[in-house]
């Protein structure tokens, strides 16, 4: 099996930044696209950005210029550096990756999220 364990998140003031960083273990043989989500309360969940394995990148609208998302490959890691951040930010944030688990094949996995709150 696959675990995704996320972490980084916490209280920051409006206009401040928060790293997380979500690292993925287990029998895993690749790991496709890392996808960085958030769910605020009462809202749907949404997309926040995604990185192939190649490092292609894309991002909300709501993100973008705002955020990075990174990879490391050899540590199976996903980053995502959030800066000038809003009161809107608000979610929890939760990683999802593609990953070929030997030997039962490709599957989704889904870290437990963790909670970034931006508040004065």
């Known amino acids: 099996q696959v675990q995704l364990v996320e972490s980084g998140g916490g209280l920051v003031q409006p206009g401040g930044s928060l790293r997380l960083s979500c690292a993925a273990s287990?029998?895993?043989?690749?790991?496709?696209?890392m996808v960085w989500y958030r769910q605020a309360p009462g809202k749907q969940r949404e997309l926040v950005a995604r990185?192939?394995?190649?490092?292609?990148?894309n991002y909300a609208d709501s993100v973008k210029g705002r955020f990075t998302i990174s990879r490391d490959n050899a540590e199976n890691t996903v980053y995502l550096q959030m800066n000038s951040l809003k009161p809107e930010d608000t979610a929890v944030y939760s990683c999802?990756?593609?990953?070929?688990?030997?030997?039962?094949?490709?599957?989704?996995?889904w870290g437990q999220g963790t909670q970034v709150t931006v508040s004065s």
């Open positions: 999802n990756a593609d990953v070929s688990v030997y030997p039962q094949g490709r599957g989704a996995y």
């Open positions: 287990g029998s895993i043989s690749v790991i496709y696209n």
């Open positions: 990185i192939t394995r190649g490092g292609g990148t």
